[in-house]
């Protein structure tokens, strides 16, 4: 068995975290916000929070380097590496990222958006190498709850790209 097929097969549920939201948005503007630095900066994070991009080359092999500024002062530095972009229904990264005194939280993320009559599916699934990794990053980032919040907030932000595109109509 190759060690894909073996990723893929693997129980995963005590380690993982998935996230669905269906926005009322075609799949291809989702796709943009998600993949444009310029957009991301405006509502990636949970609540309260600014993103500094320092780069970001969403291609396979291409990595995505940005800090999350809390609400508190802290800094949350992440990366991610891209190993797969199917534009524009999948992608799928290695993210590693925290505060400067702990050692990150590594994890698979895959983003699949699904196309649904105008509206778009969009599910993350973050897997975790342990339940106890899982439970760390839950517990010291609220990675599920500031999750919620991150895509709460991409639904607030793509009725402003809408309405741009429609304005330069």
């Given amino acids: 068995m190759t060690q894909e097929a073996a990723r893929i097969t693997q129980d995963t549920s005590d380690r993982e975290v998935i996230l669905t939201r269906v926005f009322d948005a075609p799949r291809e503007l989702v796709w943009e916000a998600f993949t444009d630095p310029k957009q991301v900066v405006k509502w990636w ?28 002062g802290t800094d949350y530095y992440n990366e991610c590496k891209f190993l797969e972009v199917v534009k524009p229904a999948r992608i799928v ?69 809408a309405n741009a595109g429609r304005a330069r109509t």
């Fill in 45 to 72: 994070g949970p609540n309260g929070f600014t993103t500094t991009n320092h780069e970001m080359d969403v291609r396979p092999g291409g990595v995505w380097h940005h800090t999350m500024h809390g609400p508190d």
């Fill in 93 to 161: 990264y290695v993210q590693t990222g925290g505060k400067a005194d702990d050692s990150g939280m590594p994890c698979e993320v895959t983003w699949t958006f699904e196309a649904q009559a105008g509206k778009t599916k969009l599910t993350g699934r973050m897997v975790f190498p342990s339940a106890a990794v899982l439970e760390h990053v839950a517990k010291t980032y609220g990675v599920i709850e500031g999750g919620k919040q991150t895509l709460a907030r991409l639904a607030q932000h793509l009725p402003t790209v």
